[in-house]
């Protein structure tokens, strides 16, 4: 017998299993398992490093050197015998200074570099490589929000497809109940055989739109697995894409310009590319500088010297590359800046799209419903007409698939208001499905 610890263990992993699928954890779950943010947190982690970096330029560097050298070339080995501290008279014998025997050292060396002025460039370069470090951030939570759509048009496409199969399921019954109507009364001699052969048909055709919308949802399970990483129990998520049986959240109204993260990662990137520029142009001015520095020279760990160097100097290197490296950077800030123009007019225009996108779906829902009530009505009453011998059977099924088509053109239409809905708060950079990613 099984002990009781080990029963409640199989139905509470049992109970796991069957929970239904909610759309929050759905997006939640695409989120962690989705490549493309993985690869974009990998971009924005290399951004942020690049920004340290930059704004290490203006920090002083310590280079470290060692050397071990041996020469017999006369100002060298003079030179080497003077840093070591071990220069006598006798060096000084002509005979000696023109054919040297060969003499070595070894040295250490430190040198602190202090920049005292770029021409701009360390500022103007940490300045632009901070705003790419956030444009890239904020075109990761741009991805955020475009993953989180995909899952919802997953989402509600495996719903309306399941909705769709529950008709194409109850068409099918129809259909057989018909033919086998129809062919009793074939058999009785009250109908002709091609009546027979039409329902039959009329059943034939509605098990294939049967089949059609079932390799239809096959194909969306499919895909929502894909965002999600895990395979879906068919019974997880519930048949249905209406309109108003989840929370949503409001749509803003208006024509406000919309507030989106790549619009923000847009207008960020081209104030790093105006930040560039400056950078670029600072290049055509002289640097100024300090060294501190420290040498030694040994030809024993017991026997050498050490002296020191500070330095304040200037460099000012010009070329015609960097004329133009600086022209090529003016061009990319002022294609940054029409580029993020551009993107902005873009994302109002998808808001208005998605917003009209929206009202004709929410028009052709109400149609759509009319249509079925109008559908399920005039069957009914075509139904008990046929039966009692007052209407032939192609009225039956016509208007079966009158029925058929009004009830697939209502759940397509409600597929559409969720993905308009969905669209126009991606279009407006609003949560999508009031599921903050």
């Keep these: ?20 699928l909610d759309l929050p954890s759905a997006i939640r779950r695409a989120l962690v398992h989705s ?34 050298v041996r020469t017999s070339e006369p100002a060298g080995a003079f030179a080497l015998r ?24 070894i040295g250490l060396s430190a040198l602190l570099n202090l920049p005292l002025y770029s021409g701009g460039r360390a500022g103007d370069g940490e300045r632009a490589a901070r705003g790419l470090a956030q444009a890239e951030e904020q075109s990761q939570e741009r991805r955020k929000q475009q993953i989180a759509f995909a899952l919802v048009r997953s989402w509600f496409g495996i719903r309306a497809a399941a909705q769709a ?17 129809v062919r009793e009364r074939v058999a009785q001699g009250l109908l002709l055989e091609a009546d027979a052969l039409r329902a039959t048909a009329f059943r034939a055709e509605a098990e294939a739109r049967l089949a059609q919308v079932r390799g239809l949802l096959g194909s969306t399970r499919a895909a929502l697995e894909m965002l999600i990483g895990e395979e879906v129990d068919a019974d ?29 990662a847009a207008s960020l990137r081209s104030s790093a590319a105006q ?13 100024v500088f300090l060294q ?26 010009l070329s015609l590359g960097a004329v133009h490296t600086a022209s090529a950077a003016r061009a990319r800030a002022a294609a940054a800046a029409s580029s993020a123009q551009a993107e902005s007019e873009e994302a109002r225009r998808e808001a208005q799209e998605a917003r009209f996108t ?60 969720r993905l308009a809905r969905a669209s126009l708060q991606l279009a407006r950079g609003q949560a999508i499905e009031g599921v903050q990613p």
């Excluded at 017998?1 to 239904?20: E, K, Q, S, V, W």
């Excluded at 997880?236 to 923000?264: H, V």
């Excluded at 007052?390 to 239409?413: C, G, M």
Aim: proline share 5%; glycine share 6%.
């Design 1 to 20: 017998m099984r002990p009781p610890l080990f029963t409640f263990l199989l139905l509470a992993a049992g109970a796991a299993a069957a929970a239904p």
């Design 35 to 68: 490549p493309v943010l993985r690869a974009g947190a990998s971009a924005v982690e290399a951004a942020r490093d690049d920004a340290a970096a930059a704004r290490a330029a203006h920090l002083p560097t310590l280079e470290l050197g060692a050397r071990a």
């Design 82 to 105: 003077l840093d070591e501290g071990r220069l006598g008279a006798a060096d000084f014998d002509p005979a000696r200074l023109n054919a040297p025997a060969a003499v070595g050292g």
């Design 165 to 181: 199969t529950l008709h194409a399921q109850e068409a099918v019954q129809a259909a057989r109940d018909t033919e086998g109507f």
């Design 236 to 264: 997880a998520i519930p048949a249905g894409a209406t309109e108003n049986d989840d929370a949503l959240s409001s749509i803003s109204e208006g024509n406000a310009a919309p507030d989106r993260p790549d619009l923000r």
């Design 275 to 287: 930040a560039q520029a400056s950078a670029a142009s600072g290049a055509l001015l002289p640097e």
């Design 292 to 317: 501190a520095s420290a040498h030694t020279l040994r030809s024993a760990l017991d026997q050498g010297t050490t002296w020191t160097a500070l330095v304040l100097g200037a460099r000012w290197e």
């Design 358 to 417: 929206l009202d004709a779906a929410t028009a052709r829902t109400a149609a759509a419903r009319e249509a079925v009530a109008a559908s399920e009505s005039a069957r009914r009453l075509r139904k008990a007409r046929y039966l009692q011998g007052l209407l032939p059977l192609t009225d039956l099924l016509d208007a079966e698939l009158a029925l058929a088509n009004s009830q697939a053109l209502l759940v397509q239409s409600l597929l559409e208001i």
